[in-house]
């Protein structure tokens, strides 16, 4: 079928069951940002491969509501489709709402498959639609009866970490969310987030690509723990292990009758944003609900000390992996055939050779001239173009290890630059160490490094449309909560040994991309009269292209900031480089 012919049959089951207007989202009943291959409606009906977007279908008009990542991206990819781009005013924002307000009319019906969609977003649907006479049902799968050959649950295997990897023992993980229940008046503490269990179970599992989590549900109070979690997953020492922690295992199936069992006096703490809205739906009506953000989403977020000595050393095997492609990379255009995929191929292979390495962290973005000003941006065989000694490529890419995860940028020249991509790169780059060099006051929210991050390109009239840092998991989701560095009013301080990423860019669609990108983990400061203050500590080990900079565009103290930075990156990776690796890395981190 084309997505044309699912759009129909969809249709059809629409006026079969007098439905005006249906919502399909991009999410699982975890409320996770990447998907089992079952969940993936939208990218099944519509051709859409990226990672946000939602879809709104009437009778005669199918849209899909996603951000500035992905405009040229959707535009090309819902071609034919019968589905239109509609674009975000506001990254991650439910602004169809609006839009469904004003058509449709009161009678109408909207349906929605509840277990895909957030108790967050669906709250605001039924405040929006409701008093104006609009139907709303809340547990309506049609893909279910249209998508034939819709895969299976995934059936990865899990495991648990030792203690000497994650800092903490299950056991001391689970008294301090029980801790933080208790403070809040909470009896009950439902967690459907697949990072959050991982974290606190200790646990690590195979069943979403690039992130390293299993499906599972986990029901707290203040004295136990239930897990559901298909236990073929683990084998019996994990399993002893769990249950030496006082932790009771489940069928994942059975959490919908656990929640509908929840005692009517009960207490409930329930995260909105991470939580489907037909669980919620199942919680006693007579329950307390105290709707907040996961406990675990803030102690998972500040890194412990063991959590950051591993995340070094990871970095340091990072940047042996990086440094060794790059070199090939170098030595072998114009010789060999050289196409966007064998970019990301290779660097897969050099990262693969490195101790404790289980996957990339995401799908490698290798974009070559145009393909680099797609922010979000995957080589298929239909895009795939081969490199010429000629333009920029823009490598975004990251790998998971048992010890940290990564994620990192880098652009590089293959020949005849304009004076304007030189500029441009420049001012990039002038941006990233503007915010790696922050000095700013404990209470500072994102939003705040965002800003300052950007000046240097607002200085001259240049920006980019997406967020300037989000945070990273250890060995975990390469997008982490609940602080993030862009321009929405996050009301979320920054705390110390949190790791988030630094990448401004710059995009010039049809002509080139740009984005460099490090992580760094913030750091108690110096105090003053004036408070305490904070710092980063540049964590990713990667050297930054110097023969695209326009010196004369970057202040003494950028310079001095990228040649300490580039004497660190040489004198940390050189030990594990052969002779001729250790050559070409010293030369590319010469002082400017």
Known sequence: MTPSDKLSALREKMRNENIDAYIITMADPHISEYLPDRYKNIEWISNFTGSAGTLVITANFAGLWTDSRYFVQATDQLNDS?????????????????????????????????????????????????????????????????????????????????????????????????????????????????DDISWIFNIRGEDIKCNPVVLSFALFTLDGVQLFIDSKKLNSEAITELENAKISIHPYEEIENAIRYIPANASIFIDPKRNCYSYYALIPSSCNKIEDTNPSTFLKSIKNETELAHTRETMIRDGIALSRF??????????????????????????????????????????????????????????????????????DSGGQYITGTTDITRVISLGNLTDDQKKDYTLVLKAMIEGSTTVFPVGTRGYQIDAITRKPLWDEYRNYGHGTGHGVGFFLNVHEGPHVFNASNTDIAIEPHTITSIEPGLYREGYYGIRIENLVASCLGKGSDFGQFMTFETLTMCYIETSIIDKELLEKRHINWLNQYHS?????????????????????????
């Not at 498959?113 to 547990?139: E, F, Y």
């Not at 050099?350 to 799908?363: L, N």
């Open 82 to 194: 019968g589905f239109q781009l509609v674009k975000l005013k506001t990254q991650g924002a439910a602004e169809y709402i609006t839009w469904l307000s004003k058509d449709l009319s009161a009678g109408n019906t909207l349906a929605f498959d509840g277990k895909l969609t957030s108790i967050s977003v669906a709250k605001q649907l039924i405040s929006a639609l409701k008093p104006k006479g609009i139907n709303i049902r809340t547990n309506t799968d049609l893909i279910e009866t249209i998508w034939t050959d819709r895969p299976s649950l995934p059936n990865g295997s899990a495991y648990l970490l030792d203690k000497n990897i994650t800092g903490k023992s299950i056991s001391e993980k689970i008294r301090e969310v029980q801790e933080i229940l208790s403070q809040r008046g909470a009896s009950f503490h439902l967690i459907s987030s697949l």
């Open 326 to 395: 790059f070199y090939w990379l170098e030595q072998n255009l114009g010789k060999i055939t050289i196409s966007e995929i064998t970019v990301a191929e290779k660097l897969k292979e050099y990262r693969a050779e490195q101790k404790d390495f289980v996957g990339e962290s995401f799908d490698t973005i290798a974009g070559y001239k145009e393909h680099g000003a797609l922010p979000h941006y995957k080589a298929t065989p239909d895009s795939n173009v081969n490199l010429e000694l000629d333009g920029l490529l823009l490598i």
């Open 568 to 592: 660190e990156v040489f004198n940390k990776l050189s030990p594990f480089l052969n002779e001729d690796e250790k050559a070409w890395l010293a030369s590319k981190t010469l002082s400017i």
